[in-house]
């Protein structure tokens, strides 16, 4: 009795997980096909203008999409030695060149200017202004993060009842954004104008899965110039210094690229892929959308360094990938709940045939003691 209610459990537990599978799977149907949507509507040709990029650097953005903020369990950053610098995904870096060193409270090693906040980049937007001075120092070592320029705790707390880090950005990203004009990227009213484009497709934003709440997100840090005809820049600014994405948003690649935690999952290296293949091609075309706020009101706003065109055909293979999942899923579901239905069958049989040979009075409750026992073991065993 005891070896067949333990099958019987282990039978019950795999039906159960497979069917649990099943139903994250539907939600991830529903998931890609608004992945899809969103796909169509932000690709449209006549969004986009080819032009041409310099790259001057580029790393992988990650986020935790429960904190919106970094991503715990990654070392703290360093400044890439090539050229054009290419920060890691174990970097935490986002754009121009801004890597995560400290946590509250502890040494932050940073030749450059450290910034003390919660977060930099919430996946969607740059949360602190270019301008912003209250919070950030100039530092050319180690220095103690959560202290202004005199080494003292900061008076006010920027963000209360949050965790706070620093994030430096080195002197060789300052040189070169300071090398072109205007001296700020925009990147805050940029990423904000682009936000609100991309949900424009739909009425909602795109999800990710809670279990992989770590979001990635290739960027580089270019100078878009205007190529064969493309007209989005006016007469007096034949160039501007912008964060580029794989396809002009964040939040498509965070869509595809994923992980549940540091260092897991092949999302972690195929992000930081991705940053290392436009710092070996610096010199690139680049597609900048011109219509919408991003176009509209900041030019070159909106850049992709990858053909917008392709983004359909990425949001079905991740579609498809995900109907897969639903049918493998589904099989194994049938099939598990088909081997529980037919052991109970065979319980029902076996709890028969020993009425049949052993026969028994009925206690008060009007069942048998032997079938009560039988009962009482399998629950127990469970």
Not at 15 to 44: D, N, Y
Not at 132 to 144: A, F, H, L
Not at 349 to 363: G, I, L, V, Y
Request: hydrophobic share 30%; charged share 20%.
């Amino acid at each position: 009795m005891d070896d067949c209610c333990n099958w019987f459990t282990r039978v019950h537990c795999c039906c159960l997980i497979t069917w649990v599978f099943t139903g994250a799977c539907v939600v991830g149907i529903f998931r890609s096909s608004e992945f899809v949507q969103k796909a169509r509507a932000w690709e449209s040709p006549p969004a986009w203008q080819l032009a041409h990029c310099d790259v001057l650097a580029a790393g992988v953005s990650c986020i935790d999409e429960q904190s919106k903020s970094t991503c715990a369990g990654y070392s703290a950053g360093k400044m890439p030695s090539g050229q054009p610098p290419v920060f890691l995904t174990e970097d935490v870096a986002v754009c121009p060149g801004t890597y995560w060193c400290a946590t509250d409270g502890d040494m932050c090693d940073c030749r450059g200017e450290i910034t003390f906040a919660p977060e930099l980049f919430n996946g969607e937007v740059y949360t602190i202004p270019e301008a912003e001075r209250g919070y950030k120092v100039v530092s050319n070592g180690q220095w103690r993060c959560g202290t202004d320029q005199s080494g003292q705790p900061y008076q006010v707390d920027p963000a209360q009842w949050r965790d706070k880090h620093c994030w430096c950005t080195p002197q060789g990203i300052l040189d070169v954004v300071k090398q072109h004009e205007p001296p700020y990227l925009q990147k805050k009213e940029c990423s904000e104008m682009v936000l609100t484009d991309f949900n424009s497709a739909t009425q909602r934003r795109l999800t990710v899965s809670d279990k992989y709440r770590f979001r990635y997100a290739p960027w580089a840090l270019v100078v878009v110039s205007s190529n064969q005809g493309f007209d989005g820049f006016p007469a007096f600014d034949p160039s501007q210094l912008r964060c580029a994405y794989e396809y002009g948003a964040p939040a498509i690649s965070e869509a595809i690229y994923s992980s549940s935690k540091a260092y897991s999952d092949s999302s972690v290296w195929k992000s930081e892929d991705v940053a290392k293949r436009w710092g070996n091609e610096s010199s690139r075309p680049c597609w900048v959308r011109t219509t919408g706020a991003s176009g509209r009101s900041l030019q070159a706003c909106a850049v992709a360094l990858e053909n917008p065109s392709q983004i359909e055909e990425v949001a079905l293979g991740e579609q498809n990938d995900s109907y897969q999942n639903l049918y493998v899923s589904l099989c194994f579901s049938v099939f598990f709940t088909a081997l529980v239905g037919f052991l109970c069958y065979l319980q029902l049989r076996e709890r028969q045939r020993q009425r049949r040979e052993h026969p028994s009075s009925p206690n008060a409750s009007g069942s048998s003691e032997d079938e009560n026992e039988g009962f009482l073991q399998c629950w127990s065993s469970n």
